[in-house]
């Protein structure tokens, strides 16, 4: 299978005849030839959103959000075969990978009723016979860059809002997982997107990523992915004064005190850490436990992490899929490293799964280091894959220190019983979502998602949070006195 470039509503091969290749993680099976575009294919979707931008802001909001509203059906009757194709090319376990089906199905519908809700204001004027309102308008073409670990989520996410509020869109997948973009565009294009409004460049980030920063034409950048990369984006698109959202790494802990229910606190700690193989930005990394709890806590999960099945993802036994390529296999080794070189104790799994069925894909034990300390470098580098560092505290206090130490603010999460503990836990905790009696992952997409710190750089995706990001306040005065006011002055 070759794909191909969607450009002003045409499906396009590269100018450049160039290909990459698309891989299942979990076999090395070839999936499809993707396009490496050129400066030029980029240049000519911007052109292409550009043009269809005066047109598809005129549409009227409800009429925007009716074809969102046609994705989700479709999205939703082809859930079951697009969470095949993810697990494919990604290598999460099918159920998870419906689960990151669904949240496009739940963004789709719930945009498609901003259609008619998008709210604005009015307010009285300080003045008589005068009128004052607030509206939410488009703000121009949008590009979106996005990573590989939700590859319809993610997406949908910053489309759909981007649609309903009268943008126009160039779309530049990560090169891991180009097929469910492809997919994604097309039901796009199924369910009526005019041509142009939403266009879609395959790629590497310094060609067609680049181009999206820093052409002028583009009024909008809506980045998720790595630290190293968003800095980057923010400078580049900054220059060029755009409206930026990064959404950027996480070293996200779960806090287990003294008083927890240890068994709801092991079910949530194994999803946290380990789902997705631990490549979520909300994975929990850490594990700030109480040290009356700590011992008994260790025994158990070392227990349960042993029982973990490694395999392919739509292999119905499997627990833990693949990660994504072999640099990522090489990255968490080399941290395992660190952490036995910085004196953490390694109590299961650290080693690469390549022997006969997993030698063909990218496979890492899961792992859990004990007697970590906060400062160490498993401790607060993100890693983005299988591993879980321990860290003992005496109390909630020096939890919330440890919690709030690292650079990244995502997400956190604390097991107690004590309504009390909890609260002061939400009130203290320096993350963009809190977690009680619950994993680190699991957002709903109708609340803000993202983090504070150097999870970001303050914007929030999902809920209305996202209108904000994707449309422009304009303040609207109706002056019907018939003669000249001058506010502040004659009021
Ligand atoms: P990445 O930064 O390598 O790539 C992200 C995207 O940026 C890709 O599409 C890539 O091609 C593009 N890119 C690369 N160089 C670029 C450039 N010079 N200009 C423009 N675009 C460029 O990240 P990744 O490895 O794909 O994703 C993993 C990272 O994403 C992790 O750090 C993870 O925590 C983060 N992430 C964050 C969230 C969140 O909401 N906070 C969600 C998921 C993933």
Redesign the pocket.
């Known amino acids: 299978m070759k794909l191909k470039n969607y450009i002003g509503g045409q499906w396009q091969d590269p100018e450049n005849g160039q290909y990459i290749q698309d891989i299942d993680p979990g076999n090395g099976e070839l999936i499809a030839e993707v396009p490496a575009s050129s400066t030029r294919d980029a240049e000519r979707a911007i052109e292409a959103a550009r043009q269809a931008y005066d047109s598809w802001r005129k549409v009227p909001a409800p009429k925007r959000g009716e074809i969102l509203y046609t994705v989700g059906q479709i999205l939703k009757e082809r859930k079951h075969e697009l969470a095949q194709k993810m697990t494919r090319e990604m290598g999460k376990v099918y159920t998870e990978a419906a689960g990151d089906v669904q949240e496009g199905i739940d963004m789709a519908f719930y945009m498609a009723g901003e259609g008619r809700r998008s709210f604005g204001y009015t307010t009285p004027s300080e003045l008589p016979d005068k009128f004052a309102m607030a509206t939410r308008d488009s703000v121009g073409v949008a590009g979106i ?6 590859p319809m989520a ?1 997406p949908t996410w910053k489309i759909f809002p981007a649609l309903v509020c009268g943008n126009t869109v160039v779309f ?4 891991e997982t180009p097929w469910l973009a492809h997919e994604l565009v097309s039901i796009l294009d199924q369910a009526g997107v005019p041509a142009g409004v939403v266009n879609l460049v395959f790629g ?3 060609v067609v ?2 181009t ?2 820093s052409d002028p034409r583009v009024n909008l950048i809506s ?7 968003g800095r ?2 923010a400078k580049v698109a900054g220059e060029g004064l755009k409206r930026v959202s990064l ?4 070293k996200n802990a779960i806090i287990v005190l003294d008083d927890a229910d240890l068994d709801l606190a092991v079910d949530g700690i194994l999803w946290s850490a380990f789902g997705t193989t631990g490549q979520r ?1 909300t994975a929990c990394s850490r594990l700030i436990v109480q040290k009356g709890i700590y011992q008994r806590l260790e025994q158990r999960l070392a227990e349960r992490i042993g029982q973990l099945r490694l395999g392919h993802g739509l292999d119905a036994q499997t627990d833990v899929g693949p990660l994504i390529n072999a640099g990522a296999v090489d990255k968490v080794h080399h941290y395992v490293t660190i952490g036995q070189q910085e004196g953490a104790r390694l109590v299961v799994g650290g080693h690469p799964a390549n022997d006969g069925a997993y030698a063909k894909g990218h496979y890492y034990a899961p792992t859990l280091f004990a007697d970590v300390a906060p400062t160490m470098r498993i401790a607060t580098e ?1 890693i ?1 894959g299988p591993v879980l560092s321990m860290i003992a505290v005496d109390d909630l206090d020096e939890a919330v220190g440890v919690n709030n130490r690292v650079t990244y603010g ?1 997400s956190s999460s604390i097991f107690t019983q004590d309504v009390n503990r909890a609260f002061r836990a939400i009130r203290d905790l320096a993350t963009g979502i809190v977690y009680i009696n619950a994993g680190t992952i699991g957002a709903e997409i109708h609340l803000p ?3 504070t710190r150097g ?2 750089n303050g914007h929030r995706e999902a809920g209305t949070a996202a209108l904000d990001f994707f449309s422009e306040w304009k303040a609207v005065y109706v002056d019907y006195s018939g003669r000249l006011q001058r506010a502040q002055i004659d009021a």
Not at 172 to 175: H, W
């Open positions: 860059i996005t990573p590989w670990n939700f993610i530049k997948p990560a090169s590497s980030g310094s990523g680049e999206l920063i980045f998720t992915g790595s630290n190293e990369t980057h984006v959404e950027l790494g996480g930005c993100e983005f995502l998602f993202g983090g999870t970001g």
